[in-house]
């Protein structure tokens, strides 16, 4: 069993910064992904970016780069996605999901992110 702490959502102005942070902790061998993704309402969860624990390997979706990067510090098992230039488009439910040896995954249970004036 994982248990996953998400944090750092919130109100922000267009424009404006937020940092959000994922940590893992439970029955953990290894993990070797982690991950952000997001659901605003009527949309499919998508993915906003992602990153390979060992080489730190990363992925982003299109509408988010160059604005957001995603990190990781592996003593802690936690990964961070620091938001930049944040638009209201960028609205949504942010989910972290960690992927575990042998293919199992969880979900957090979301922060929410508000992008308005």
């Known amino acids: 069993q994982v248990q996953i702490v998400e944090s750092g959502g919130g109100l922000v102005q267009p424009g404006g910064s937020l940092r959000l942070s994922c940590a893992a902790s439970g029955s953990i061998f290894s993990i070797p992904l982690m991950g952000w993704y997001r659901q605003s309402p009527g949309k499919q969860r998508e993915l906003v970016a992602d990153?390979?624990?060992?080489?730190?390997?990363?992925n982003y979706a299109d509408s988010v780069k160059g604005r957001f990067t995603i990190s990781r510090d592996n003593a802690k098992n936690t990964v961070y996605l620091q938001m930049n230039s944040l638009k209201p488009e960028d609205t949504a439910v942010y989910y972290c999901r960690v992927v575990v040896s042998g293919g199992g995954h969880s979900w957090g249970r979301g922060t929410q992110v508000t992008v308005s004036s």
């Open positions: 990153i390979f624990l060992r080489d730190e390997r990363t």
